[in-house]
Nanobody, 129 residues
Framework: VQLQASGGGLVQAGASLTLSCTTS????????MGWFRRTSRSEREFVAA????????EYGDSVKGRFTISRDDGMKSVYLRLDNVKPEDTAVYLC???????????????????????WGQGTLVTVSS
């Protein structure tokens, strides 16, 4: 499974932007998807996750109320909307796919990096103060 993340860039504090993660996999709708970020403080900090149906989502404490995860199975894409960004949101944002069918049957969204099978290369978000 190949994942292509995009949408990063340089923004000012308080701004908004949307990250995208796209795949060509026909079975994308079966996957739980997640966003993580790599910073100088953390190799892989959980940001957000969404279940295969899209009905269940989970967020990291530092982004709750500011970030929104969504998916479009027709586009084989998952999105991360970042609102009111802060300098501490500066990171390489990574998307990941959990292809285990247990996640599909549970319709779960997990924050554990070890649950994800495939990772994209990341997109850099830099927030200036």
């Amino acid at each position: 499974v190949q994942l292509q993340a995009s949408g990063g860039g340089l923004v000012q504090a308080g701004a908004s932007l949307t990250l995208s993660c796209t795949t060509s996999e026909r079975t994308f709708s079966l996957y739980a998807m997640g966003w993580f970020r790599r910073t100088s403080r953390s190799e892989r900090e959980f940001v957000a996750a969404i279940s295969p149906s899209g009905k269940n989502t989970e967020y990291g404490d530092s982004v709750k109320g500011r970030f929104t995860i969504s998916r479009d199975d027709g586009m084989k894409s998952v999105y991360l909307r970042l609102d009111n960004v802060k300098p501490e949101d500066t990171a390489v944002y990574l998307c990941a796919a959990e292809t285990n069918l247990d996640a599909y049957y549970r319709d779960s969204a997990t924050h554990q990096p070890s649950d994800y099978d495939f990772w994209g290369q990341g997109t850099l978000v830099t927030v200036s103060s």
